[in-house]
């Protein structure tokens, strides 16, 4: 199956910090999505964003599927942005997360 | 209705005992998924419906689980004689269709977090 990394594994920031979270493929993926999961286990969406750039305040997400990897910008962070984030995609049948990065966000 | 939703949002049960776990997704949406995620671990898929039907029910980690699906809406995933290691959070999600485009966006419940003892 499609090998991933996500980079970093994890990662404290002060707050106000910017910070670009990373996805890295072995093969091209369809139908790429981004997700928080915050302190309480909840999942919420953040970008369906197979190819090009989107944004969403102070989120942006970028992919880049002919180089196999995408990436999502959090400006100006705030400590309700820490949890964990993860990158996911459709594979085959299967939806496939990956390992996520985990953010601390220090007021 | 506004979101996905499930219940029990926490299950206590006795190894041994069968857990039966309800996802109501968002009105509309066709496709319907079903993951586990274990205590630190990351999210694993489990199964999916397309309406009514589930085309691969590979994912499912042993013959102990089973899930069905009626009127294209609610969900019942089942966990029959439940062991310890079935200890997780149990994500549903939905998306609109299914298929190669945005209408495969997927929208996520708050979970349901079992506890075997």
């Known amino acids: 199956g499609i090998q991933v990394e996500q980079s970093p594994p994890d990662l404290i920031l002060q707050e106000g910090a910017n910070s670009t979270l990373r996805c890295n493929f072995s093969?091209?993926?369809?139908?790429l999505q981004w997700f928080h999961q915050n302190p309480w286990g909840q999942l919420i969406n953040l970008f369906y964003?197979?190819?090009g750039t989107k944004q969403n305040g102070r989120l942006s997400a970028t992919t880049v599927a002919t180089e196999r990897y995408s990436l999502l910008y959090i400006s100006s962070s705030q400590t309700t942005d820490s949890g964990v984030y993860f990158c996911?995609?459709?594979?085959?049948?299967?939806?496939?997360f990956g390992p996520g990065t985990r953010l601390s966000v220090l007021p | 209705g506004a979101g996905v939703s499930q219940s029990p949002s926490n299950k206590v049960t006795e190894k041994g005992k069968d857990v039966e776990l309800r996802c109501d997704p968002i009105?509309?949406?066709?496709?319907l998924y079903w993951y586990r995620q274990s205590l630190g671990q990351g999210l694993e898929f489990l199964i999916y419906?397309?309406?009514?039907?589930?085309?691969?029910k590979s994912g499912l980690p042993s013959d102990r689980f089973s899930a069905e699906r009626t009127g294209g809406s609610v969900s019942t995933l089942t966990i029959q004689r439940t062991q310890q290691e079935d200890s997780a959070v149990y994500l549903c999600?939905?998306?609109?269709?299914?298929?190669?485009?945005?209408?495969?966006?997927?929208?996520f419940g708050p979970g349901t977090r079992l506890t075997v003892l």
């Open positions: 996911a995609w459709r594979d085959g049948q299967n939806f496939v």
């Open positions: 093969d091209s993926v369809n139908n």
């Open positions: 964003i197979p190819s």
């Open positions: 009105s509309g949406h066709t496709a």
């Open positions: 419906f397309q309406g009514n039907s589930a085309p691969d």
């Open positions: 999600a939905s998306s609109l269709r299914w298929g190669y485009s945005s209408y495969n966006e997927q929208f």
